[in-house]
T-cell receptor, first 114, second 118 residues
Framework: GESVGLHLPTLSVQEGDNSIINCAYS??????FIWYKQESGKGPQFIIDIRSNMDKRQGQRVTVLLNKTVKHLSLQIAATQPGDSAVYFCADLRGNTGFQKLVFGTGTRLLVSP | DTGVSQDPRHKITKRGQNVTFRCDPI?????LYWYRQTLGQGPEFLTY????????KSRLLSDRFSAERPKGSFSTLEIQRTEQGDSAMYLC????????????????FGPGTRLTVL
């Protein structure tokens, strides 16, 4: 079936560097994407979202880029901090206003060294 | 704490036993979701409630699994005759339809219940 997947399982960076986490999706009908952060022993936490009518959206230290042509989105984290260490998932929201479910990718583990 | 809460946080059981998990969503959230997450994987959708009505069930939800939300507030997920393959993290999430202050689509997750079937 169609899925949302990630390129790299683990990304190691130094504190202060910028991090880029990539995600490929296959469902051409997807029109809403979300990035989640999951720390050990916790549930996923919403970071940022983007709709398909946008190609870029910025939050606090995070930017999501969407390339619909190649079905790719990325999460950029500026000035990465040790507290950013976690597993990051991209997900797309499928369904209509009556019912919507999140379809998650496998995840990328981000390791930030001091 | 006004977030989603789940109980218990950890459950160890023997194969063949029944287990029940509870989820308390954010107050006034009318949508409630159950997901299952295995090690190294993203959460997988199991079932969804809008108020007390169970509107959608995944094919992952075998007949050994049953979920309820009797009064449209808390929800329970029961697994009967547990199998080792049921070992996973069970996540609950809630959201509010027609919210004016948060994203309509934003699902808030609880900390999960980690089930280990021996």
């Amino acid at each position: 079936g169609e899925s949302v997947g990630l390129h790299l399982p683990t990304l190691s960076v130094q504190e202060g560097d910028n991090s880029i986490i990539n995600c490929a999706y296959s469902n051409s009908a997807s029109d809403y994407f979300i990035w989640y952060k999951q720390e050990s022993g916790k549930g996923p936490q919403f970071i940022i979202d983007i709709r398909s009518n946008m190609d870029k959206r910025q939050g606090q230290r995070v930017t999501v880029l969407l390339n619909k042509t190649v079905k790719h989105l990325s999460l950029q984290i500026a000035a990465t901090q040790p507290g950013d260490s976690a597993v990051y998932f991209c997900a797309d929201l499928r369904g209509n206003t009556g019912f919507q479910k999140l379809v998650f990718g496998t995840g990328t583990r981000l390791l930030v060294s001091p | 704490d006004t977030g989603v809460s789940q109980d218990p946080r950890h459950k160890i059981t023997k194969r063949g036993q029944n287990v029940t998990f509870r989820c308390d969503p954010i107050s006034e959230h009318n949508r409630l979701y159950w997901y299952r997450q295995t090690l190294g994987q993203g959460p997988e959708f199991l079932t969804y409630f809008q108020n007390e009505a169970q509107l959608e069930k995944s094919r992952l939800l075998s007949d050994r699994f049953s979920a309820e939300r009797p009064k449209g507030s808390f929800s329970t997920l029961e697994i009967q005759r547990t199998e080792q393959g049921d070992s996973a993290m069970y996540l609950c999430a809630s959201s509010l339809l027609f919210s004016r202050t948060t994203l309509d689509n934003e699902q808030f997750f609880g900390p999960g219940t980690r089930l280990t079937v021996l």
